[in-house]
């Protein structure tokens, strides 16, 4: 099986994170549509309001199937709620028009349907630092980083169960580009017949073809000619 890279970093520039093979991005612009996966064309455009006393529903399990639940799952009034951004001062690797906020000392909340090997966000985008936590099956907190409009990644070799985003200096918390990885295991071996062969790349093709979320391999949540690229570099690294 090929390996993870173990880290924990926190990106000190507002650019967006670096994903690899299994990785989802949610943007809180869109839903997953009928086919349940993000960045294809049935994906459903959110229009949100600007402010929370607008706003009247709150994140559960809109994004469940793409391995993610906010909690808790009987919602909170004015907890994982989706707004417009247009009130908010919001860097440059803010991607438009939404993000995700809670307000005052809630939290933003959720809990992973399979535990991940990394996460990722943009955060402190509200007027000041958030802290992003994470934590294992057990409830224990595995890594909390601060950032103010910054992308924040943990990876620390640890399966994260659940993570917190808290308002550190902010009197909001508020992020976008929420990513996530399960690990892939060896993901060019895409036929999962324990060899890498034409038939990975023939795999490949028909996962690309059928616009499933294998197919985003760099994580970008586009399906493009660099996700080939993405799959091409993965097979010339084999598998372990």
């Known amino acids: 099986m090929k390996t993870k890279p173990m880290f924990l970093a926190v990106a ?16 809180f612009d869109v839903y997953p549509g009928p086919d349940g996966v993000l960045g294809t064309p049935d994906d459903v455009p959110i229009a949100a309001p600007t402010t929370f006393n607008g706003q009247a529903e709150q994140l559960t399990n809109q994004y469940a199937s793409v391995g993610i639940l906010f909690t808790p799952s009987a919602p909170i009034n004015d907890q994982n709620e989706i707004l417009d951004a247009a009130s908010f001062n919001t860097p440059a690797s803010h991607t438009p028009p939404n993000l995700l906020a809670s307000s005052g000392s809630l939290p933003i909340e959720a809990t992973f349907t399979t535990p991940v090997i990394r996460v990722s966000a943009l955060v ?35 399966e994260i169960a659940r993570i917190r ?28 017949s324990g060899a890498l062969n034409i038939f990975d790349y023939i795999c490949f093709g028909n996962e690309y073809a059928a616009g499933t979320s294998y197919a985003d391999c760099d994580g970008s949540g ?19």
Not at 12 to 27: E, W
Not at 129 to 134: G, I, K, P, R, S
Request: proline content about 3%; hydrophobic content about 45%.
């Open 222 to 240: 586009q399906l493009n000619i660099f996700d080939y690229i993405c799959f091409g570099n993965e097979y010339a690294a084999g598998c372990p």
């Open 12 to 27: 000190l520039s507002a650019t967006a994170a670096v994903a690899g093979p299994g990785a989802v991005t949610i943007n």
């Open 165 to 192: 985003v808290v308002a550190t200096v902010s009197t909001t918390p508020a992020i976008d580009n929420l990513t996530f990885e399960v690990d892939a295991g060896c993901y060019a071996d895409c036929d999962g």
């Open 124 to 158: 402190g985008i509200s007027g000041g630092a958030d802290t992003l936590e994470a934590y294992d099956a057990n409830g224990t907190l595995i890594a909390a980083i601060q950032g103010d409009d910054t992308v924040v990644t943990i990876d620390v070799g640890v």
